[in-house]
């Protein structure tokens, strides 16, 4: 029998990064520096149920990718690529996928060619607490997304 696995918060400690570590410490600042004109849902500045709704939503049903060879995207609930890594306590970047890792922070995520969902969490397999989600979306999704529940996108960062 397949599996289907659906990407969102739900599974996204269970998901395989498909970047290595350095590569998703690039994509994570990438996102990060060179997007202000995107807009950010981000807890703890929003509650963390609106976000993780607005994550979820934008994953399953507004995530877009371009094929190199294409002029125009598609909607997949399927992302671009999926990273992972560590973060210590100076915020650099260390490796995720070792035998013994440094203390520190699991960042990880998913990403798409019109937004990215992000999370940072404690370094435990169940139970962990989450210090920050966010998610960043192009100016037309954003807008795409506010038409069908407006109620959750007036809180924009």
């Not at 139970?127 to 109620?151: A, D, G, K, Q, R």
Request: glycine share 4%; with cysteine.
């Amino acid at each position: 029998m397949t599996q289907i696995l659906a990407y969102n918060l739900e599974n996204l400690d269970k998901i395989e990064s498909t970047l290595d570590e350095e590569d998703s410490y690039f994509i994570y600042n990438h996102y990060t520096d060179t997007y202000p004109k995107y807009y950010q849902y981000k807890y703890p500045d929003i509650s963390y149920g609106i976000v993780q709704s607005i994550c979820n939503d934008f994953s399953l049903f507004y995530g877009k990718i371009q094929e190199s060879s294409e002029t125009e995207s598609h909607t997949s609930p399927f992302p671009l690529n999926t990273i992972r890594f560590m973060i210590d306590e100076n915020l650099d970047c260390q490796k995720y996928y070792t035998p013994k890792r440094k203390p520190g922070m699991v960042v990880e995520g998913y990403f798409w060619t019109n937004g990215f969902v992000r999370r940072i969490r404690e370094d435990k397999t169940k139970n962990f607490e989450v210090y920050e989600l966010s998610c960043i979306l192009s100016p037309s999704t954003s807008y795409l997304m506010s038409l069908s529940t407006p109620e959750k996108y007036g809180q924009r960062i």
